[in-house]
């Protein structure tokens, strides 16, 4: 009894520190998780242009209820989508166009309901993760770029715009260097 009283503060002590030491690092890791999920560039091009159709279908649902209009709002998404497509230019309008036209109805249900783009976004992107990999291009300007604060995947495309290989790159800081030797090949925009 005397043993099993003396040893018993000592065990529980222990399995304090050892919970304590296991919350801080569920905590660490949930902290890392949300900041990784929370990327400002995940779904950018479709957060974009469904934005804009929601904006525009904002309008256009106001201006039916001032005329007293009958709105069905989906179908009313569905066709400010097709028009949104039908009038891009620029490569990642379209492309994000691409994978949205085939779903447009799982677009324009949780839009009628007023749900924000950002949200719609996020829903689609588990139906196609691919929607949300496409990203705007990274703007380049001659001798200003620091190439270090950019992705590898950033720099990849840097260079393959500028039809360059770095076949034997493996560090960002070799894909750094390329890019700033080939930087006299940027293509100026018209």
Do not use: W
Not at 153 to 178: M, P, Q, W
């Amino acid at each position: 009894s005397l043993l099993t009283s003396s040893v018993a503060p000592v065990a529980r002590s222990r399995t304090m520190r050892l919970a304590a030491v296991l919350m801080a690092v569920v905590a660490g890791l949930a902290a890392v998780t949300g900041a990784a999920a929370a990327d400002p560039k995940d779904c950018e091009v479709c957060n974009r242009i469904l934005t804009k159709v929601y904006d525009d279908f904002k309008l256009a649902e106001k201006g039916a209820k001032a005329n007293g209009d009958k709105f069905n709002a989906m179908d009313k998404i569905e066709s400010l989508v097709e028009d949104y497509c039908k009038r891009a230019t620029s490569q990642t309008d379209k492309k994000v166009c691409y994978y949205i036209l085939p779903i447009k109805r799982k677009v324009s249900t949780p839009m009628s309901n007023h749900a924000p783009p950002d949200r719609v976004c996020k829903k689609l992107k588990k139906e196609s993760p691919e929607l949300c990999a496409v990203r705007e291009a990274v703007k380049i300007e001659k001798g200003k770029t620091d190439y270090g604060t950019l992705k590898i995947r950033d720099l990849k495309k840097i260079l393959a715009d500028r039809g360059v290989s770095c076949s034997n790159c493996l560090e960002k800081a070799e894909f750094v260097k390329r890019c700033q030797e080939t930087e006299d090949l940027e293509r100026d925009e018209l």
